[in-house]
T-cell receptor, first 116, second 117 residues
Framework: GAGVSQSPSNKVTEKGKDVELRCDPISGHTALYWYRQSLGQGLEFLIY????????KSGLPSDRFSAERTGGSVSTLTIQRTQQEDSAVYLC??????????????FGEGSRLTVL | AQSVAQPEDQVNVAEGNPLTVKCTYSVSGNPYLFWYVQYPNRGLQFLLKYITGDNLVKGSYGFEAEFNKSQTSFHLKKPSALVSDSALYFCAVRDPSRTGGGNKLTFGTGTQLKVEL
């Protein structure tokens, strides 16, 4: 596609349920990032995928959070047993990767998660 | 660890006046610095970046930013603000001297710019 696509754009769920958020990056982009945007908190790094390398999971806030990237393209962020503090906008971004690019990220419009 | 500070939650400026949005950073090596803008209900868009070379970099929509190594700052500027510039602005840093975990961008908390008539 022309840009980074995220789905769903809005998700309302009940506390304790699992949710999956999907990101489809720009074709040919080898790097994929997940960030979380909470009101007044800026952008919080969650996880980074680069090609076939092991992902950088250093930003995942707890073991309830996981992400995978299949075939080097589409990524799914899964939050298990959601809590109210998980409510935020989850942003996905992709880039050409650091080898041939100095870091411009292309962001999707985000998935707004509300946990009741 | 790399970090970014945006000391102002909000900046108000009259249309036609110059604007400055402040950013300071902390990295162990030479930084790569970025500004992104987020319009209401939209994703973040890249504005400009400093990698190396001239300390004054120009970007989209008439914005520019000046890299100041001694002050560890990368303030965003525009000579004449427009109402349409009203948005949330994020500064970001990457430390390219770090391998592996240094590949991520670290963002500031954002500054809301409000340009009024």
């Amino acid at each position: 596609g022309a840009g980074v696509s995220q789905s769903p754009s809005n998700k309302v769920t009940e506390k304790g349920k699992d949710v999956e958020l999907r990101c489809d990056p720009i074709s040919g982009h080898t790097a994929l990032y997940w960030y979380r945007q909470s009101l007044g908190q800026g952008l919080e790094f969650l996880i980074y995928f680069q090609g076939n390398s092991a992902p950088d999971k250093s930003g995942l806030p707890s073991d309830r959070f996981s992400a995978e990237r299949t075939g080097g393209s589409v990524s799914t962020l899964t939050i298990q047993r959601t809590q109210q503090e998980d409510s935020a906008v989850y942003l996905c971004a992709s880039s050409l990767g650091w080898g041939g690019n100095t870091g411009e990220l292309f962001f999707g419009e985000g998935s707004r998660l509300t946990v009741l | 660890a790399q970090s970014v500070a945006q000391p102002e939650d909000q900046v108000n400026v009259a249309e036609g006046n110059p604007l400055t949005v402040k950013c300071t950073y902390s990295v162990s090596g030479n930084p790569y610095l970025f500004w992104y803008v987020q319009y209401p209900n939209r994703g973040l868009q890249f504005l400009l970046k400093y990698i190396t070379g001239d300390n004054l970099v120009k970007g989209s929509y008439g914005f520019e930013a000046e890299f100041n190594k001694s002050q560890t700052s990368f303030h965003l500027k525009k000579p004449s603000a427009l109402v349409s510039d009203s948005a949330l602005y994020f500064c970001a840093v990457r430390d390219p001297s770090r391998t592996g975990g240094g590949n991520k961008l670290t963002f500031g908390t954002g500054t809301q710019l409000k340009v009024e008539l």
